[in-house]
T-cell receptor, first 114, second 112 residues
Framework: EAGVAQSPRYKIIEKRQSVAFWCNPI?????LYWYQQILGQGPKLLIQ????????DSQLPKDRFSAERLKGVDSTLKIQPAKLEDSAVYLC????????????FGPGTRLTVT | QKEVEQDPGPLSVPEGAIVSLNCTYS??????FMWYRQYSRKGPELLMY????GNKEDGRFTAQVDKSSKYISLFIRDSQPSDSATYLC????????????FGKGTTLSVSS
């Protein structure tokens, strides 16, 4: 079974620029999560999708972050404009149908904002 | 007070040692408790999963949950250099796909 795919793996941008990250979850997984992991911290949820609907985006800084999941499969997370404090690893995770609990994480995209 | 507290370490032990990793939490509504292992430059992977209080053993790993004290532990027996990683505790309110609340992670180094 192929894992969660993310791209790019690394990105360096200047502050005020925009950036987009892509995630392809495990096939058939209905639930998709985006987490932000700042250096030395645990992952923090940004947004959760169930199929292509948003379940929880309460911690997403909506003035600069946006996310979509078209057709309930791939997802894109965008930051515009980026700030220095957005430097972090952005992790995508997916989870199967109800009755399963495990979230499978991708390798993450490491963003550096200079 | 953060919902989940975890000592970030680092923790260094010799090969073969018993390792104890711990987390405390403040919200008694947490029901599901997990330990994830994260190697450098990789995403977290699930190591242990426990529902409510009690112990669970899987090979060299034992997870303990004490809900009365709001305290969870992960024990690693006969530690190996391949166990060198960051260990993240995580919790959730239900099994229905709610996002996980993570601790900061403890960095473990096992020397041969």
């Amino acid at each position: 079974e192929a894992g969660v795919a993310q791209s790019p793996r690394y990105k360096i941008i200047e502050k005020r620029q925009s950036v987009a990250f892509w995630c392809n979850p495990i096939s058939g997984h209905a639930t998709l999560y985006w987490y932000q992991q700042i250096l030395g911290q645990g992952p923090k949820l940004l947004i959760q999708f169930q199929n292509n609907g948003v379940v929880d985006d309460s911690q997403l800084p909506k003035d600069r972050f946006s996310a979509e999941r078209l057709k309930g499969v791939d997802s894109t997370l965008k930051i515009q404009p980026a700030k220095l404090e957005d430097s972090a690893v952005y992790l995508c995770a997916s989870r199967g149908t109800s009755g399963t609990y495990e979230q499978y994480f991708g390798p993450g995209t490491r963003l550096t904002v200079t | 007070q953060k919902e989940v507290e975890q000592d970030p370490g680092p923790l260094s032990v010799p090969e073969g040692a018993i390792v104890s990793l711990n987390c405390t939490y403040s919200n008694s509504a947490f029901q599901y408790f997990m330990w994830y292992r994260q190697y450098s430059r990789k995403g977290p992977e699930l190591l242990m999963y426990t529902y409510s209080s009690g112990n669970k053993e899987d090979g060299r790993f034992t997870a303990q949950v004490d809900k009365s004290s709001k305290y969870i532990s992960l024990f690693i027996r006969d530690s190996q250099p391949s166990d060198s990683a960051t260990y993240l505790c995580a919790m959730s309110y239900n099994q229905a796909g709610t996002a996980l609340i993570f601790g900061k992670g403890t960095t473990l180094s096992v020397s041969s």
